[in-house]
């Protein structure tokens, strides 16, 4: 029998040195590719995010004629006619006396416009003439923000009761949506729009007049 000697061929040491070196370059090319591109993300996500970003109902229509070429109301029907809050006017009168009295309560009172965004158009906005113009054309109808109404109602008091007076305003309901063209795109776009509601005073109210027996500690302390 012979013995047959197997020698296995081994790489000389230059050799497996290169093949070292090239597999570390293309890891480091794979983790700057990975750097990259992962950067390239980071940096651009923010600028899409601000682009895609609604600004507010209230932002958007602070800048009608500032900022924009074009800031209209489009009615979606016609004005309605509706009751506003019901509320006590002017001081209470307890009549103290056996007989039924008649009192002359004077009093005033001031009626606000509201609208959906929940904001003053006369106060930080800075648009009441674009809101009043816009709503007065699309109606041919004067929008008012506010009114006040002063008088003297008379309320007759039996005997040991109070008596005082509510106040109901006449206001008018409006419905529709804000056009607004920019000269240039704001947040991205150059078109927005904006569902809007409001309720504004008509200057007019209707008048109840009220009584209910006093309570113990009501006379008390006013007989």
């Excluded at 293309?26 to 390239?40: E, H």
């Excluded at 682009?51 to 309605?80: I, Q, W, Y």
């Amino acid at each position: 029998m012979t013995d047959s000697t197997h020698t296995e061929a081994r790489p000389s040491p230059r050799t497996g040195a290169r093949a070292m070196m090239s597999r570390n370059r293309a890891r480091g090319a794979a983790v700057l590719v990975a750097l990259v591109t992962t950067g390239a993300g980071l940096i651009a996500m923010p600028s899409a995010q601000a682009a895609d970003t609604r600004p507010s109902d209230a932002e958007l229509l602070s800048k009608c004629d500032n900022g924009t070429k074009f800031c209209v109301f489009h009615p979606s029907g016609s004005m309605e006619k509706v009751a506003g809050p019901t509320r006590k006017v002017g001081d209470e009168d307890y009549n103290c006396t056996s007989l039924t009295q008649r009192s002359s309560i004077g009093w005033s009172d001031t009626t606000e416009e509201s609208n959906s965004l929940g904001l003053s158009m006369t106060v930080g906005l800075g648009w009441e003439g674009v809101f009043s113009t816009s709503i007065t054309t699309s109606y041919e109808h004067t929008w008012r923000h506010a009114t006040t109404e002063s008088s003297t109602t008379s309320v007759d008091v039996r005997p040991g009761q109070v008596g005082w007076v509510t106040r109901t305003p006449d206001m008018q309901k409006v419905k529709g949506t804000y056009e607004l063209i920019f000269k240039d795109r704001f947040h991205g776009k150059r078109y927005w729009y904006v569902p809007f509601e409001a309720t504004g005073p008509l200057g007019t109210s209707s008048m109840a007049q009220r009584t209910r027996p006093m309570t113990d500690e009501e006379k008390a302390n006013h007989c």
